[in-house]
């Protein structure tokens, strides 16, 4: 099986890479953001206890998203791997993902990172809010909270997996189409 992780800043454009990155590669997508969403929507208690976090742009605890990642590589068949999306985003994470793999016989096989500047990530997300209507996206003061969260506890990642020999950096300007040929070149590869 093979681990894909993808990697960015809020509005990078991992969830629209994503689907043509399943789809070539026979993954499961899991994106933790999509999945919180859910049960959100669903009104579970885990859903409830995420859902102000996530409106105030703080991240919801490391042991939650774990969780949910955990029950999905139990469950799965009939795919060649996965491709997490917006998992692993602390240290802590990153090093309960590699315990969960590792207690399987896997391991991470590759990072594929969309980098943006800041400027590009707001005018993406102003963007996106305009279409999806994501509470978080639609304040500029909760999309400023996820920026700094992102270079305060997920940035470190970048380090931690370029030291395993794991990090491939993306340029994710351009089109949508010019950065998907970046990321398939890069995955041919993996
Ligand atoms: P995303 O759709 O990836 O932008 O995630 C939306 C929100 O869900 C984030 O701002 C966090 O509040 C929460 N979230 C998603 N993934 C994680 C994660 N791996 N760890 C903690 N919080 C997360």
Redesign the pocket.
Known sequence: MKYFILFGP?GAG??TQAGDMVKRYSLCHL????L??HEIALGTPLGLQ?KA??DA????P?SV?EGMIQQRFESASGIEGFLL??????LE?AEALDQMLAARGEKVTGVISLMIPDALVHERIAHRALIEGRA?DARDEIVQN?IA?YHAKTEPLIRFYHQAGLYHEIDGTGSVEQVRERVFSTMDKL
């Not at 742009?57 to 919801?60: E, F, R």
């Open positions: 809020p991992k969830g994106s933790t953001g999509e919180l969403r995420a976090l996530i742009g703080n991240l919801v490391d998203v999306d917006g998992f692993p985003r602390t994470q978080d996820r969260t």
